[in-house]
């Protein structure tokens, strides 16, 4: 007992009263961005923006003015004014830890809620004792958050990137210039004709097929959403969503940049938006258009765009064969996350496909610059996903789905490729889902077909959330037939 006396009068001593009101202000906010935003943040760089930000630089701020007002006549008002303070920033980092930006709208709330506590300090004895204890009692809100991620953490293995056979020994007998262009939400041909999409795409196939592309029909992702699905096919390897910090996995830790470092070939990827960077893994890409310098820390992925054709054409010049080209084009994207965005399912189809024909129009671009480029290049044409069109967000997908069109509308994606010398090797018909994808390409390329006796499951999964979480269904067999089929 005598301990915790005298600890409690050592903490709430008045010259640790700038202590503590600069760290209240800062710690509930941070807890809430990282809890909320992990895989967003989970680098070291991170911890240390957030520690100095959130927390450091408000202490320092708060003992400046403590020991300014400490010696004069403002020492009988330090209360209020380190209270007025500490609102104004906990209500500062509070908005930027939701809307991860702050405007003039942001501003005006801040300003609001800081003079109604301004106000009340009149009304309310030692005010900013009482909010500081709220403020860290606030954290407690974010328990919950920071045990799943703890859990996930503990539960995690990543064996599921180990490969079944010796296929990262892989050796190529081909080196042509390889080319993957991936356009997000992107429809196969064959589902665009019909179902929810209804959409004559025909004019674009034509002029794919007469520049010497084969379109595959009914090829689909495994994954619902971008991160998942190309962390997946870059191992070539399913996760079933069991998996984490799947931009390190994808930027670094692949099987597929390895096997094409070990083959000689120079690694590029060109991003449209930083989304596949924002929490800064280590990039094994020998080249990549964006750099961390130009990087927020405060940033969903999607702003900070910048012209691929533009970038690409730049690093063309210092080009040295061979290379693979990964360009990633937020386009024609898919319709919104949540409902109270949408515009109902029939302005989402219109609008969704509207943006298809400027992706037609922007594919036609860069083919047309790589056919100049490299007319004996190996191109890929493919998607991430579907476009979700038919549904009034992408959220319904989190509860089982029976219609067939609204499943396949998840997973169907754009699939052509343009073979060298317009040769297709006879097992290219073994495309089904984005997961395979390189494991044929390096069969091709080493024209070695043992390789595709390790092929994953030509399955797409959903996770439905359930009473007790998240779990993971099995919607689309290898055959193509839907089914809700729960995976263990």
Do not use: C
Not at 330 to 344: E, R, V
Not at 380 to 397: K, R, Y
Request: glycine share 4%; aromatic share 18%.
């Amino acid at each position: 007992m005598q301990f915790i006396k005298k600890s409690y009068r050592f903490f709430t001593q008045d010259v640790l009263l700038p202590f503590r009101a600069g760290l209240a202000a800062g710690l509930y906010p941070m807890a809430f961005y990282i809890s909320n935003n992990y895989d967003f943040v989970n680098s070291s760089n991170h911890l240390f923006f957030f520690i100095t930000r959130f927390l450091i630089f408000p202490i320092a701020i708060f003992y400046v003015l403590y020991f300014l007002m400490r010696k004069n006549r403002l020492h009988f008002y330090k209360n209020k004014v380190l209270l007025v303070l500490n609102a104004a920033v906990f209500f500062f980092l509070a908005v930027l830890a939701v809307y991860a930006v702050i405007r003039w709208k942001h501003l005006l709330l801040i300003g609001f809620l800081t003079s109604i506590v301004f106000v009340l300090s009149f009304f309310i004895k030692n005010l900013i004792h009482k909010i500081i204890v709220v403020q860290f009692l606030l954290l407690l809100t974010t328990s919950v958050g920071f045990y799943q991620i703890i859990k996930t953490h503990l539960s995690y293995s990543d064996k599921w990137l180990e490969q079944p056979d010796t296929i990262q020994n892989v050796v190529f007998k081909k080196k042509p210039n390889i080319f993957v262009i991936q356009t997000d939400g992107y429809v196969n041909f064959s589902e665009l004709k019909g179902g929810y999409y209804n959409y004559d795409n025909s004019p674009f196939e034509k002029w794919i097929e007469e520049r010497g592309f084969i379109a595959y029909d009914g090829v689909r992702s495994n994954y619902k959403n971008t991160i998942y699905s190309n962390s997946s096919m870059f191992s070539m390897k399913h996760h079933y969503y069991n998996t984490l910090n799947e931009r390190d996995v994808l930027m670094n830790r692949n099987a597929v940049i390895s096997i094409f470092n070990s083959n000689g070939y120079k690694t590029h990827a060109f991003l449209e938006a930083p989304y596949f960077i924002i929490n800064r893994p280590k990039i094994r890409f020998d080249y990549i258009n964006y750099s961390y310098d130009e990087l927020p820390y405060f940033t969903r992925g999607l702003s900070n765009r910048r012209d691929i054709i533009a970038d690409f054409k730049e690093a063309w010049k210092h080009n040295s064969t061979p290379n693979f080209f990964f360009f990633e084009k937020l386009q024609p994207w898919h319709i919104p996350t949540k409902a109270f965005n949408s515009k109902g399912k029939e302005q989402e189809r219109i609008l969704y496909l509207e943006r298809l024909e400027k992706t037609n129009t922007w594919l036609q671009e860069i083919l047309t610059l790589i056919e100049q480029y490299d007319p004996d290049g190996l191109v890929i044409l493919m998607a991430d996903h579907g476009g979700f069109v038919g549904m009034e967000s992408t959220d319904e997908a989190v509860h089982k789905l029976e219609d067939r069109d609204k499943i396949y509308s998840v997973f169907s994606t754009l699939f052509a490729v343009k073979w060298p010398n317009n040769q297709s090797p006879d097992f290219d018909k073994s495309f089904k889902t984005n997961v395979n994808l390189f494991r044929i390409l390096f069969s091709y390329l080493s024209e070695d077909e043992s390789y595709l006796n390790h092929l994953q499951e030509d399955a797409s999964f959903l996770q439905i959330e359930e009473n007790n979480g998240e779990s993971t269904y099995k919607a689309i067999d290898a055959s193509g037939n839907i089914l809700f089929e729960k995976h263990n």
